[in-house]
């Protein structure tokens, strides 16, 4: 059975960080690349990076880029987000999922692929 549980959030005024983590269990994560998500109430749910775990390349969008860090450690199958300088606007719930890819790579915009495994998120709340 495929798990993937998120940890990490929380309340945090605004400028301050958090580091996310995401445990994978029941698939070889060699495989796949990892994304991570957010979903405001009332918006569309937003990518906000993507890693492959084969070989660690990563991809983020302008919104995030400079401020959010994505990183992984095969040896305990969890992928991470280190989220700094945290606005307000980031207030969201927090989700990765998994999406297996050719070689485990990805290309282009990953964050637009339909992925296979979503985790059930952990709330994220920045205050001003």
């Known amino acids: 059975q495929v798990q993937l549980v998120e940890s990490g959030g929380g309340l945090v005024q605004a400028g301050g960080s958090l580091r996310l983590s995401c445990a994978a269990s029941g698939l070889t994560l060699d495989y796949y690349a990892i994304g991570w998500f957010r979903q405001a109430p009332g918006k569309e749910r937003e990518g906000v990076s993507c890693i492959s775990i084969s070989d660690g390349s990563t991809y983020y969008p302008d919104s995030v880029k400079g401020r959010f860090a994505i990183s992984r450690d095969n040896a305990k199958n969890t992928v991470y987000l280190e989220m700094n300088s945290l606005k307000p606007e980031d207030t969201a719930v927090y989700l990765c999922?998994?999406?297996?890819?050719?070689?485990?790579?990805?290309?282009?915009?990953?964050?637009?692929?339909?992925?296979?495994?979503w985790g059930q998120g952990t709330q994220v709340t920045v205050s001003s």
């Open positions: 999922a998994a999406v297996l890819t050719l070689g485990g790579m990805i290309a282009g915009n990953p964050l637009t692929w339909d992925y296979d495994y």
